[in-house]
C-alpha cells in the first residue's frame, strides 16, 4: 500500500461466512495496521454491529489475535 509517496506493510482481514446451504459471502474486510488482538476485535465488533450474531465456529490460521478476538466477540468456537 502506498502512504504517503513510500509503500507500507499492511494487514488485510477478510471475514467469509458458509451459510446453512453451504454458500459463501464475504461479510467484511478491514485494511489494519497489523494483525493485533485490537484490531481483530474491532473488526468483529464492527461485524456484530452490522448484524453478525449466530456465529458458531471460526476457522483461521493459529495467530493469537485471532483466538482472543474470537473468545472476546463471538463467543464461538475457534
Known sequence: MLSGGRVVCVAV???V??????????????IGTS????IR????????????SG???VISDAHEGIK???????NATW
Open 35 to 38: 494483525e493485533a488482538e485490537p
Open 13 to 15: 482481514i477478510i471475514a
Open 68 to 74: 482472543a478476538a474470537v473468545s472476546k466477540v463471538a
Open 41 to 52: 476485535t474491532e473488526f468483529l465488533r464492527k461485524l456484530t454491529r452490522r448484524g453478525l
Open 55 to 57: 456465529v458458531k465456529l
Open 17 to 30: 461466512v458458509v451459510n446453512t446451504d453451504g454458500s459463501r459471502e464475504v461479510l467484511g474486510i478491514e
